[in-house]
């Protein structure tokens, strides 16, 4: 509707947003936190791997949820995505690390800079060190990112001998989890997750 300004840009960047986000959970921990309370961290897209970093930072969030997210870097996601739809993301790539701090070179929709910062970044990092309950949901024709990175992370859990994560899939959806009728499964999604952490007390492995 309206092109952000160019401040906006100069600091839409994974580490800000990192910073930002963490300044904000801590003084409302601070501020209203009550420990005997379930505190959910719920992120969406890249805003999972902000969640994540987050659940694996600060002690006092209980359960992690993540929508439209996975555990592939996103290089990798995005790899899949060029091939699915044609698109040389790798020539991309190799331009745009050529500008990494440029917020006025642009490609897929966002500035080198914002590409710079996200793209590197391993939710496994993350995710490894996490013992809350996890759950993540994700529409199966999800046309930003690959299924296959919530597969990585179901992988990646069962080799760390990980037992906290809960993996929900949404049959013919896309990324904000609409369907090829135009049925929108939000409400679901968050009934689903209303089950589940409530299923689910932190330590205790009760998946749904």
Same mark, same amino acid.
């Given at each position: 509707?309206?092109?952000?300004?160019?401040?906006?840009? %100069?600091?839409?960047?994974? !580490? %800000?947003?990192?910073?930002? %986000?963490?300044?904000? +959970?801590? &003084?409302?921990?601070?501020?209203?936190?009550?420990?005997? *309370? $379930?505190?959910? @961290?719920?992120? +969406? !897209?890249?805003?999972? $791997?902000?969640?994540?970093?987050?659940?694996?930072?600060?002690?006092?969030?209980?359960?992690?949820?993540?929508?439209?997210?996975?555990?592939?870097?996103? =290089?990798?996601?995005?790899?899949?995505?060029?091939?699915?739809?044609? +698109?040389?993301?790798?020539?991309?790539?190799?331009? @745009?690390?050529?500008?990494?701090?440029?917020?006025?070179? &642009?490609?897929?929709? %966002?500035?080198?800079?914002?590409?710079?910062?996200?793209?590197?970044?391993? /939710? @496994?990092?993350?995710?490894?060190?996490?013992? =809350? /309950?996890?759950?993540?949901? =994700?529409?199966?024709?999800?046309? *930003? +990112? /690959?299924?296959?990175?919530? $597969?990585? @992370?179901?992988?990646?859990? *069962?080799?760390?001998?990980?037992?906290?994560?809960?993996?929900?899939?949404? /049959?013919?959806?896309?990324?904000?989890?609409?369907? !090829?009728?135009?049925?929108?499964?939000? !409400?679901?999604?968050?009934?689903?997750?209303?089950?589940?952490?409530?299923? $689910?007390?932190?330590?205790?492995?009760? &998946?749904?």
């Amino acid at each position: 509707m309206f092109e952000a300004s160019k401040k906006f840009h %100069q600091y839409n960047y994974f !580490s %800000q947003w990192l910073k930002d %986000q963490k300044e904000f +959970v801590k &003084r409302m921990l601070d501020n209203h936190g009550n420990p005997d *309370k $379930n505190i959910v @961290m719920f992120g +969406v !897209s890249e805003g999972g $791997n902000v969640a994540a970093a987050l659940a694996s930072e600060i002690s006092q969030i209980t359960h992690l949820i993540i929508l439209g997210g996975g555990s592939m870097k996103g =290089i990798d996601e995005f790899r899949i995505w060029g091939k699915n739809n044609n +698109v040389d993301f790798d020539k991309f790539y190799q331009e @745009m690390q050529k500008y990494p701090e440029s917020i006025e070179k &642009r490609g897929i929709g %966002q500035t080198y800079k914002y590409w710079a910062s996200v793209l590197p970044v391993d /939710p @496994m990092d993350y995710l490894k060190k996490i013992d =809350i /309950p996890i759950l993540v949901a =994700i529409g199966e024709k999800d046309e *930003k +990112v /690959p299924i296959e990175s919530v $597969n990585f @992370m179901a992988d990646a859990f *069962k080799k760390l001998h990980k037992h906290n994560l809960t993996v929900k899939i949404f /049959p013919d959806c896309n990324h904000i989890l609409t369907d !090829s009728s135009g049925k929108n499964h939000r !409400s679901e999604l968050l009934q689903y997750a209303y089950t589940w952490w409530n299923c $689910n007390p932190p330590n205790h492995d009760c &998946r749904l």
